[in-house]
């Protein structure tokens, strides 16, 4: 069994944790092939290395195994997550679980595919488009105000939001930013799109579910950004709009804890965290 091995080497807990996970995988016998990884975007030959690869193994946060993951979904290759980070909800492994490492070579695992988004910016003489797998938002500029932000989907006006921003989620990502701006958590067995307000100056704004196969076009009539996982950062004219709709490729996410239940770990990384 290959393994692309990949940590982030800005991140000190990572760093650390490095060498002990190695050894692990090298003591249950599999072709380990490192991964020089350090933020920003991967590199062509190591992208090159995930594609030769029957799994990738990523130590890191949350952060890290989004990065990761995306780029795996294109060649097919699922993903097993070390928690290295602070909450870590992405992950499948524990730093105190390295003792169920065995049932990857074994194949005791399970692999959950994960709904990603397709991204695409729209301006007056090109496009864009990028892959999100948490969400993407459009927010206000530099400046703190609100901005006005049309929603359609289909053709047919869906609302207009007065607010700091608009949050297009999947619901692997409605336990990061969009629950943070009062979104519901939603199981990630489920496909569909979450868009949720951010700081809506309406009392009676609420989160929108919409199903899988919508396609929601924004946009924003002053000067915004697209920020797409925290990732990408493009700044946004009144007559760009951004449509989002899914992406043809599911993230793979291998899972070895036995524990794995989605409600059992949003219980341990979320509520119990108070």
């Given at each position: 069994m290959r393994v692309a091995y990949v940590f982030n080497r800005a991140a000190g807990g990572a760093t650390e944790a490095a060498p002990l996970l190695e050894k692990a995988l090298?003591?249950?016998?599999?072709?380990?092939?490192?991964?020089?990884?350090?933020?920003?975007?991967?590199?062509?030959?190591?992208?090159?290395?995930?594609?030769?690869?029957d799994a990738a193994v990523v130590l890191g946060g949350d952060g890290s195994m989004i990065h990761i993951a995306k780029i795996a979904a294109f060649y097919d290759v699922p993903v097993l997550g070390v928690n290295g980070g602070t909450v870590g909800f992405m992950a499948g492994l524990e730093m105190n679980q390295l003792d169920r490492l065995p049932c990857l070579i074994q194949g005791q695992y399970s692999v959950e595919p994960r709904m990603m988004l397709e991204v695409t910016v729209t301006r007056p003489n090109e496009t864009?488009?990028?892959?999100?797998?948490?969400?993407a938002v459009v927010s206000h500029g530099q400046l703190s105000r609100l901005i006005t932000l049309e929603v359609t989907s289909g053709g047919k006006t869906v609302t207009t939001y007065r607010a700091d921003g608009v949050i297009v989620a999947t619901p692997t990502g409605s336990t990061a930013y969009s629950l943070s701006a009062g979104g519901p958590?939603?199981?990630?067995?489920?496909?569909?799109m979450l868009l949720t307000p951010i700081c809506p100056h309406a009392m009676h704004t609420r989160p929108l579910l919409?199903?899988?196969?919508?396609?929601?076009?924004?946009?924003?009539?002053?000067?915004?950004?697209?920020?797409?996982?925290?990732?990408?950062?493009?700044?946004?004219?009144?007559?760009?709009?951004?449509?989002?709709?899914r992406h043809p490729r599911d993230a793979r996410?291998?899972?070895?804890?036995?524990?794995?239940?989605?409600y059992e770990i949003l219980t341990q990384k979320l509520i119990d965290r108070r």
């Open positions: 090298r003591d249950i016998g599999v072709e380990l092939l490192p991964m020089s990884w350090q933020d920003g975007p991967l590199l062509e030959e190591d992208a090159s290395i995930l594609a030769s690869c864009q488009t990028f892959t999100a797998l948490n969400e958590v939603v199981d990630p067995e489920l496909n569909c919409f199903s899988d196969g919508a396609s929601l076009t924004i946009r924003a009539t002053s000067e915004a950004y697209l920020t797409v996982d925290s990732e990408q950062a493009v700044p946004l004219s009144p007559e760009d709009t951004v449509t989002v709709r996410l291998i899972t070895l804890k036995e524990d794995n239940a989605f």
